[in-house]
């Protein structure tokens, strides 16, 4: 037997002892696809390229992982490094397997290049938001570890490369996830390469202080085992030296010689149950002088990452401190290996972790998982906590983080607003992109810019999805086109405007705009307008306050500042003319923009709370509420019942040359065609013309033509409109 098929042999052993259920015949299948993908490769230490995919899923075998993961962990460098593809692995061994691997794949084309702190934070993210299944980092986690082991062939500057990325990416991610024990490998594995001196002086210490009292680790661990065992105390106890990267830490950032790092020696003591925790806590305190300050109750209050133990250190008869951690056993696997003892141990989760939103997630998780089988529990398993933000690449490899469905509008700005000021186009992964492309984990993304863009567009602000590139959008505008602002602003003002009855006259009379500038809080109509026209306030917002201060000054003056505002005779409840089409008994009014009347073709809007409102079908308000989905479903067919006894009040804007006496003749005719006018408002605009709006009521449509033909004809009259909306 060869030494690959030798270690395949302890491989199955392995997955035998921690995943009994694991069909091995599909395990072996993916394995020896995976050895004739990898035929020809060697390693750098000269031996076949599958003892790496091998021993990294002895490591996922050894966590007790699924044999999907196990399967995954073997295949894992097939699509990267041989001419496999995902659709063969997918039809070999199923979708969810390839997936994985494809994940895992994604990963390794990440490269790192920064090395600031929010960078790495931001990297680790990245990670996790790419990865989807926590499958695909765990088998990466287990892909690094091996790599690590067998770093010593690689070239010193590899060694350096690997070993800071290492340490900033891949072991904070192993304490995130708890995975303790892979965690501190891979703090060794990395300190030795990127600090061999100071590794090499610690581990020298270690031997020395160790050499001095060979004994200690086997008598203490008799000690405690014997006295807790006459106790009737089940348990385990191991010694072992501290890992070199914590005693590292403590020298470097405590300032510390070795021999003042207090206990370097650390003993466990596994138990069945809680209660037993705190039993041999007071044993131990009772055998050895605990040192005050070092006791740590991380059952009552777990750690971030679900670690559970009690911690003390004490200084035993010969003077020496040691720590001792005691915990169940199930507390012991979460330790070990964190996220991924929840295959194997899922019954050991216990349900209170510390309220930390860095690990919220995997707490949604775990409760969400705890009525269904294990099967579905890692099925389901996947990462959603980054569900909100996407996380990119600049040409130089920083890592920039924006929300979710963000696009190279919002990259350029999130990089300079000189930059986003300045884009012509986007390149993402080499392609050029439109504005509007969304942006996924892991692109890079380049802006091009010029210096003769014109800047910004008025869409980008519809286009962008952060609001620091909306603001960003908006100061150019209310900096650079000033003018154009104020074209854009009034215009839309107007419209607004229109809208409920009102026209910019109304609002220029000496002694109304002083008052409506000052409750606007602008000095000026210009700045108001540059205002709505870059987008720092609505024209609607605008006019709702201008009409909430012309309402407080009419009521001051109890005067007629408003004429254009229709308000229908409330005496006539015109309800029965209308049929709606599904609905009966319903309230019914009409809309006051088109005041509709019998004959016209009409529609019916189911408002809120406030019944069914008639509009003509002409009326721009229907029209443009048909754009809205939202709205445009609430519209109702309308019928008007053959009923003449109903009266309705409509509103007729008549323009007319200004002429003494035009008053009394419209007044006169509608008295001899017996129509009621009940309100009636004029004013001369400028050009000698006058305008007047008149609301009357009648009962059908032929009876408003007849009233509008006659009308048409006093003199000096040139156009009569009805409101549209
Ligand atoms: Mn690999």
């Known amino acids: 037997m060869d030494e690959v098929m030798e270690k395949y042999a302890h491989f199955e052993a392995v997955i035998k002892d921690n995943n009994p259920a694991a069909d091995l015949s599909r395990i072996r299948a993916a394995f020896d696809f995976a050895k004739s993908a990898h035929e020809n490769q060697k390693r750098k230490d000269g031996s076949p390229f599958i003892s790496h995919p091998?021993?990294?899923?002895?490591?996922?075998?050894?966590?007790?992982?699924?044999?999907?993961?196990?399967?995954?962990?073997?295949?894992?460098?097939?699509?990267?490094d041989t001419g496999v593809t995902y659709e063969e692995i997918s039809k070999r061994f199923g979708t969810s397997v390839a997936d994985i691997v494809e994940g895992v794949t994604k990963l390794s084309r990440v490269t790192y290049t920064s090395k600031e702190e929010e960078q790495m934070e931001n990297l680790r993210k990245m990670l996790l938001a790419m990865a989807k299944d926590i499958r695909v980092i765990i088998i990466k986690m287990a892909d690094r570890l091996h790599n690590m082991r067998t770093m010593e062939y690689q070239s010193a500057e590899k060694q350096s490369e690997k070993a800071l990325e290492t340490m900033e990416i891949y072991a904070p991610l192993a304490h995130r996830l708890g995975?303790?024990?892979?965690?501190?490998?891979?703090e060794d594995l990395s300190i030795l390469y990127l600090d061999p001196i100071g590794y090499a002086e610690i581990e020298e210490g270690l031997r020395r202080i160790m050499s001095s009292n060979e004994t200690f680790i086997d008598s203490m661990q008799s000690k405690i085992s014997e006295r807790l065992k006459e106790n009737g105390i089940e348990c385990d106890v191991y010694g072992r030296v501290k890992h070199i990267y914590s005693i590292y830490r403590k020298m470097y950032s405590q300032n510390k010689t070795l021999s003042e790092v207090l206990d370097l020696y650390a003993f466990r003591v596994i138990v069945n149950d809680i209660a037993d925790c705190y039993n041999v806590l007071g044993y131990i305190h009772e055998m050895f002088h605990p040192i005050p300050g070092h006791f740590k109750d991380y059952i009552g209050t777990p750690k971030p990452n679900m670690y559970q133990s009690l911690h003390t250190t004490v200084i035993g008869s010969d003077g020496i401190p040691f720590e001792v951690q005691i915990r169940t056993w199930d507390m012991h696997h979460t330790a070990e290996y964190g996220i991924a003892a929840h295959w194997k141990y899922k019954e050991g989760i216990s349900g209170k972790f510390a309220d930390e939103a860095k690990f919220a997630w995997v707490r949604r998780l775990l409760e969400s998982q705890q009525d269904s089988d294990a099967q579905d529990f890692f099925q389901d398993l996947k990462i959603d906590m980054f569900s909100d933000e996407v996380f990119v690449f600049t040409p130089r490899g920083d890592v920039i983080n924006l929300p979710a469905g963000a696009t190279p509008i919002d990259f350029a700005y999130t990089i300079h607003s000189a930059v986003g000021n300045r884009m012509t186009g986007a390149i993402v992964n080499g392609r050029?992109?439109?504005y509007n492309?969304?942006?996924?984990?892991?692109?890079?993304?380049e802006v091009l810019t010029s210096n003769s863009s014109k800047g910004p567009s008025r869409d980008w602000l519809n286009i962008v999805k952060s609001p620091e590139a909306r603001n960003k959008i908006r100061q150019w505008f209310k900096k650079e086109k000033r003018e154009e602002n104020i074209v854009h602003g009034k215009l839309s003002f107007e419209t607004e405007l229109r809208r409920v009855f009102l026209q910019m006259s109304d609002l220029t009379r000496e002694d109304i705009q002083p008052r409506i500038l000052k409750k606007l809080a602008f000095a000026s109509f210009d700045e108001l307008f540059a205002a709505i026209g870059y987008g720092g306030m609505s024209a609607q917002k605008a006019v709702n306050r201008i009409r909430d201060e012309l309402r407080a000054i009419d009521k001051t003056k109890k005067s007629e500042l408003m004429p254009f505002e229709i308000k229908p005779d409330k005496k006539l409840?015109?309800?029965?003319?209308?049929?709606?089409?599904?609905?009966d008994n319903c309230l019914v009014k009409f809309a006051r923009c088109c005041t509709p009347v019998?004959?016209?073709?009409?529609?019916?809007?189911?408002?809120?709370?406030?019944?069914?409102s008639v509009h003509r079908k002409d009326c721009k308000n229907y029209q443009k509420s048909l754009e809205t989905p939202e709205e445009a479903g609430r519209w109702v067919r309308v019928a008007w019942a053959n009923s003449d006894v109903d009266i309705y009040s409509t509103a007729l804007y008549i323009t007319a040359r200004e002429r003494s006496g035009i008053v009394m003749d419209i007044a006169t005719i509608l008295n001899a065609l017996k129509i009621r006018m009940t309100s009636f408002a004029a004013r001369d605009v400028d050009g000698g013309i006058t305008t007047a709006a008149i609301v009357i009521e009648i009962k059908t449509r032929e009876e408003l033509n007849a009233a509008i033909a006659r009308l048409a004809t006093v003199p000096g009259v040139t156009d009569i409109k009805r409101g549209d909306g």
């Open 54 to 80: 091998l021993a990294a899923a002895e490591i996922i075998a050894e966590m007790g992982l699924d044999e999907e993961a196990i399967m995954a962990a073997l295949l894992h460098d097939c699509i990267e």
């Open 179 to 186: 995975m303790q024990k892979i965690k501190w490998e891979l």
């Open 432 to 434: 050029i992109v439109p």
């Open 437 to 445: 492309h969304e942006l996924a984990n892991g692109d890079i993304v």
């Open 573 to 583: 409840k015109p309800i029965h003319g209308i049929l709606v089409e599904g609905i």
């Open 598 to 612: 019998p004959g016209d073709e009409s529609i019916g809007f189911i408002t809120r709370g406030f019944g069914v």
